[in-house]
């Protein structure tokens, strides 16, 4: 195959892939930006740490999308050559859907490497800064961050506070607490609060003025009230801790010192990204091949249909790996090996090798 044919196929299929990955980034984005804004509507996350959060989040997202990307990207860029009849002139010339491999697999092994970066290093630590930005906001969460007429959520015991004013003091007008500790609430209303930071004991107080305190269990008549001039609440903010993190988001270095069934299932996991690419393209070539009459897009419901099933066992074989039901030498492995053992099928029911070799010998 000419080097001027292995550029046009390389071009088509790195275009598309760029078109496919771009739109699939901009849906998850788009649906990631929304809740990232009700975080911070809710006072869950500092308004400048929006676009911090969704940079971070597109990193996460990139492990999965440039997989499905370039398998629907080599599909639909050869089934548009073979609708085109360009593949029909090709096979006239002698070169096979064989020979396509050599281009795209070139594509593919460059976003395999990627792939490997962002699955094994750049992902996980993505997820610890957007844990480390939501304990920080957690941590640091003060009267600030309240917007008049908004409930918010805070602090260790979830404290949930409402203002119907916030003045530019700080000072609150109208306030209405509650504070849940086991089975029985404490409802505080309040013309005035504000807070003061307790540095010897770390904890936030809610200071109130000229108000009402509720004590006691929903559901019971026994209820105490409590009529103040100035009374206060202290509570504890939450706390970042290592042991909270997820395997998911452990560095490498973390889960080979553990080397347990649930790090050694997530390190497989990690090294299924770029190897579930390098599958998904050996199996594209020959999915991607279509009838004269065929629309173009009538082998992405296949491919579609593939990934779905594809990521599925993946997902499956690491949770019987965390439970030890398979071995550790099983592991992820037997789903990359039955699905290139279906790409070689696939090879082999359009290209007859085998009828071929056993022509020849007889």
Known sequence: MGQILNRYVFRETALMWLAVTGVLLLV???DQFARVLDDAAGAELPKDAIFAVMGLSSIQYLT??????????IVLALARMYRDSEMAALMACGIGNVSLYKPVMTLAALLAAAVAWLSIEAAP???????AIFDAARQTADLAMLEPGRFISFGKDRVTLYAEEVGSDGVLKNVFVQLRSKDKVTVVV????????????GTKVLTFKNGKRYEGVP???EFRIMSFVEHGIPFEV???RARDIKPEAQSLTDLLERWDAEAMAELQWRVSAPLSLLVLTLIAVPLSRIQPRQGRYSGVVSAILIYVIYTNLLGAAKVWLEKETIPTWLGLWWVHLLFLAYALF???????????VFARSS
Request: no cysteine.
């Open 190 to 201: 309040a013309r005035e609060a504000g807070q003061r930071n307790d540095v010897e004991t």
């Open 125 to 131: 630590t993505a997820q610890r800064e957007v844990k």
């Open 219 to 221: 559901g019971s008549q």
């Open 28 to 30: 998850l984005l788009t």
């Open 64 to 73: 999965v999308l440039i997989p499905i990307g370039i398998f629907l990207a």
């Open 346 to 356: 696939l090879l082999q029911y359009q290209n007859r090798y085998l009828q071929r």
């Open 238 to 240: 939450s706390e970042a």
